[in-house]
């Protein structure tokens, strides 16, 4: 039982580059959530998904997009990097009656330049 | 202001001591409160939760919360350097079911000395 698992864990982007962060959780759970959390910030929603095929915006989406085509993955997707978006980005999940029970991955360490 | 306010530290104190984390908030309408550890380079983890108002106690760590002063605690006793580590409070206003994610305080960075 692995919980929550990204990859990759380090990446360096240049500016306008893209990518697509991968989450991936084997709790069955049906809720899914990817945050950037930065200094002095604290974490911050980006997007999230209550189930498979559905997904809604948080409190900073812009710049993102997600997909979660099957219920146990959540992909995360940079179309041009900024360097704003430099940040640590986690992934998390949690069961459908549980939402203060959340479990969180190891976290992506990306980086803009 | 923010929805929820933490003091970020560092809050440094010596082995033995007991530890007091703090978090206030402004919507009343926040019902679960949680704590989550985070160790350096680590993501978080569920420490605690609690539903409304009161008391909750876990071996060493105790989650109070105030809801008629939007004030939530975290005592640590007899608090060890492995519990060095970042604590966020966050908070909910559902259970679950259609909501949209927690929101989290910034974090207070707590050191516990040898």
């Known amino acids: 039982n692995a919980g929550v698992t990204q990859t990759p864990k380090f990446r360096v982007l240049k500016t306008g580059q893209s990518m697509t962060l991968l989450c991936a959780q084997d709790?069955?759970?049906?809720?899914m959530y990817w945050y950037r959390q930065d200094p002095g910030m604290g974490l911050r929603l980006i997007h999230y998904?209550?189930?498979?095929?559905?997904?809604a915006k948080g409190e900073v989406p812009d710049g993102y997009n997600v997909s979660r085509l099957k219920k146990q993955n959540f992909l995360l997707g940079l179309e041009s990097a900024a360097p704003s978006q430099t940040s640590v980005y986690f992934c998390?999940?949690?069961?459908?009656?549980?939402?203060?029970?959340?479990?969180f991955g190891p976290g992506t360490r990306l980086t803009v330049t | 202001q923010k929805e929820v306010e933490q003091d970020p530290g560092p809050l440094s104190v010596p082995e033995g001591a007991i530890v007091s984390l703090n978090c206030t908030y402004s919507?009343?309408?926040?019902?679960?409160f949680m704590w989550y550890r985070q160790y350096s380079r680590k993501g978080p983890e569920l420490l605690m939760y609690t539903y409304s108002s009161g008391n909750k106690e876990d071996g060493r760590f105790t989650a109070q919360v105030d809801k008629s002063s939007k004030y939530i605690s975290l005592f640590i006793r007899d608090s060890q350097p492995s519990d060095s580590a970042t604590y966020l409070c966050?908070?909910?206003?559902?259970?679950?079911?259609?909501?949209?994610?927690?929101?989290f305080g910034k974090g207070t960075h707590l050191i516990i000395q040898p």
């Open positions: 709790m069955n759970h049906e809720y």
């Open positions: 998904s209550v189930g498979e095929g559905t997904t």
């Open positions: 998390a999940s949690s069961p459908r009656d549980k939402l203060y029970e959340q479990y």
């Open positions: 919507n009343s309408a926040f019902q679960y």
């Open positions: 966050a908070m909910s206003v559902y259970r679950g079911g259609g909501a949209d994610g927690l929101t």
